[in-house]
Each structure stands twice: as structure tokens, then as C-alpha cells.
């Protein structure tokens, strides 16, 4: 391996830009060369990785010498394929942003990748990795004494715009239910360490997007939902999503209950979203209320200004990229994130949609 650790980056949009500002922030990494299709987001991106030579085609990049490893941030339907390609010309550790895949019918072709393919995967699952998150995980069932019941609530903005829509449409995404929630189904297995066995929801579009329309297509995806998920140990979990709640203070609030007691974090949105007159945004937080003797005990989580200027996800983009780059220098023996784990988060957002389309509980056993 060269003195640098140098990155070969496939999609430059939002994500993948925020990707390249945090790789800046690593000691000894590069960002050699990149593929990205659409020249604004070429534009936005050389800002960020001045170095980089920008390639027309993925094979161009997998022909580009001196590569250590790779990072897929494009459009979620290019994963599978991309992952394919990348098998049958140059198998270097990836780090490939969620959704892992976002069909049903990926499965197959995910599951041949994965037993074939020779070097890590590494799923990212930023929210794993924000500072209050990673806090509560850390004290979650201390301070419950065994958890019995998880809240995750997520009340914030619509979809923001991203190259060609392809956010807007279930066929490209996977759903809002895969593309935004797949996080926190990983947080549910993280935090409750069982498997989910059946998932019930009800959900809808009542507010985002209704007046637009995309040669001729209106988007098709959710904008709200509840979701209830029973896990095998008998733990139960449920998710809250408003996508028309950018009023927030918080925009994550995620809460589990035991026994003993409740630990609650409280996450900000993105920094660059707060108003100015209403002074300086939100701090994350962690607080703990045990039942006997009662007190709440609350406690403030900062992130580090740099990081929060270098994305929109709390500073958990650098810290995952800080464990993907031990990785791929051998000094950790697997992803933290495995494609397992992608997986199950992916199925479990399309057990919610089939819920919510179909009325009826999901068995997990349908799929697996």
C-alpha cells in the first residue's frame, strides 16, 4: 500500500460531497479519482478533492492505477450493479453507502456478490456514528437495566433536490422507507442486539411533493409513517417519521425503556437549516431518567465545529470514515457494518412499505 491511502470515489452528488470533505480531514488519504456523471456536481465536487482527476466512465476508474480502496455514493438503484463491476475488475475494500440494494429481486445477484467477492464491504450507517447516538449505545442498557421497548423519531424536512429526482420515485430509491429509514432499522438490531421477526405500519403521502411531476410522473414516495417492529427476544421497537416537521428543535429523538429506567438522545438537523434570528443551533443530548430515585439527568453531547461544518450528519461522517480507513490499513479485522447488516436494514424498510401498501403484518420469515 502507497504512503497515502488513496480513494477512488463513484457519485459526487450531496452525499458524496459531504464523503469528500470529511476524507479531507483524514491524515495521509487522497482522493485520486473520480467518477461522477453530471458536471455541476463535478464542479461542486473538485472543490473539495482539488486532486482528483475525474474519469467518464467506472471502468475508466477501475483501470486507474494506485487505488487502496473505493467509496460508492451514487444513486441507490446503482449499488447492486456497480458492486458487480467492481467484482469482475478490481475487488478493493469499499465502504458503499446505504440502501444496500433496493429490491427484493437484488437479492440473488447480492448474495452471489457476497460470497465471491474477496475484500471488505463496509455499509455506511452514518446515524450509527453520531456523537449522542453512539452515546446512547454506549449506556443504553445500563441505564434501562435490559431494554424492553425503543423509540426512534424522526420529524424533519422533505427530500431535498438531487440529480435527475431520483430521490422522488420508489423505483430508484427503494422507498422512503428504505432509502431514509434503513438507519434506523440498523439502530434497532444495534441497540436491542435481536433479530425482528414481524413489522407492522401504516403510512402515507399526504403533504410532500404532490404538486410535482417529473416527465410527466408524479413522485410516489412516503412522506410519513409508523412503523412497529417485534424482535425475537421479545423486545419491541417503533419508528416515527414526519417528513413535513422541519419546525423541529430536534430532528432525532430516540428513547428506550427498561426496568430500570429511560435514556432518551435528542439530535439536531443539519446546522446550515437552523434560522440565524433564532441564535445558535440546537446541541445534541443525552438524558437519563432512572425510575428509583427519580431524577433526570441531562447531559449536553457538543460536536466538534469542524465537523459539523464538513457535513449535515452531526460529525458521524468523519468518525465512520475514521474506522473504514483502519480497514482497509489492516489495523481492524472486518467492516463494523457488515453486508449483513445492510441487508436486514433494506428488509426491513421493504417489510414496512408491504405493511403499509398491503394492511397487514409482515413476517421477516417471508423473506429470509
Known amino acids: 500500500m502507497s504512503e497515502l491511502t488513496r480513494y477512488g470515489v463513484i457519485g459526487c452528488g450531496m452525499m458524496g460531497q459531504e464523503h469528500l470533505r470529511n476524507i479531507a480531514l ?114 443504553a442498557q445500563g441505564a434501562t437495566g435490559g431494554i424492553k421497548m425503543l423509540t426512534i423519531r424522526e420529524h424533519r424536512f422533505p427530500f431535498l433536490d438531487k440529480v435527475g429526482a431520483w430521490n422522488r420515485f420508489n423505483a430508484q430509491s427503494g422507498g422512503t422507507f428504505v432509502e431514509k429509514c434503513c438507519h434506523f432499522f440498523d439502530l434497532m438490531r444495534l441497540t436491542l442486539g435481536s433479530e425482528p421477526v414481524r413489522v407492522m405500519a401504516s403510512g402515507g403521502q399526504d403533504v410532500n411533493h404532490l404538486d410535482e411531476a417529473y416527465n410527466g410522473q408524479v413522485p410516489d414516495i412516503l412522506d410519513n409513517g409508523y412503523v412497529i417492529v417485534d424482535f425475537a427476544d421479545g423486545t419491541r421497537a417503533m419508528l416515527d417519521l414526519c417528513m413535513f416537521a422541519e419546525g423541529a428543535e430536534y430532528q432525532e429523538e430516540i428513547s428506550a425503556v427498561g426496568p430500570a429506567g429511560k435514556i432518551e438522545a435528542f439530535v439536531p438537523g443539519p446546522g446550515r437549516f437552523w434560522p440565524d434570528d433564532l441564535g445558535a443551533p440546537p446541541v445534541p443530548k443525552l438524558a437519563v431518567s432512572p425510575r428509583s430515585p427519580k431524577g433526570p439527568v441531562t447531559h449536553d453531547i457538543p460536536v466538534d465545529p469542524t465537523l459539523l461544518d464538513a457535513g449535515d450528519h452531526n460529525g458521524s461522517t468523519f468518525y465512520q470514515h475514521q474506522k473504514f480507513l483502519e480497514l482497509v490499513r489492516g489495523e481492524r479485522d472486518a467492516p463494523e457494518v457488515s453486508m449483513a447488516d445492510g441487508r436486514m436494514a433494506v428488509l426491513m424498510g421493504i417489510a414496512a412499505q408491504i405493511a403499509m401498501q398491503e394492511k397487514r403484518v409482515v413476517e421477516m420469515s417471508e423473506f429470509l
Request: charged share 20%; hydrophobic share 50%.
Open 26 to 139: 483524514l491524515p495521509d488519504t487522497q482522493v485520486a479519482v473520480i467518477f461522477e456523471p453530471d458536471a455541476d456536481m463535478r464542479t461542486a465536487a473538485a472543490e473539495f478533492a482539488p486532486e482528483a482527476v475525474f474519469v467518464e466512465t467506472l471502468d475508466e476508474l477501475l483501470a486507474f492505477d494506485g487505488l487502496d480502496c473505493l467509496m460508492i455514493a451514487s444513486p441507490n438503484h446503482c449499488h447492486v450493479e456497480q458492486l458487480e463491476r467492481i467484482a469482475g475488475a478490481r475487488p478493493l475494500p469499499v465502504l458503499v453507502e446505504k440502501p444496500l440494494f433496493t429490491a427484493l429481486d437484488d437479492l440473488t445477484r447480492l448474495a452471489d456478490f457476497a460470497a465471491s467477492y474477496p475484500a471488505p464491504v463496509w455499509v455506511a450507517m452514518e446515524y450509527r456514528y453520531m456523537p449522542p447516538v453512539a452515546a446512547f449505545l454506549k449506556q
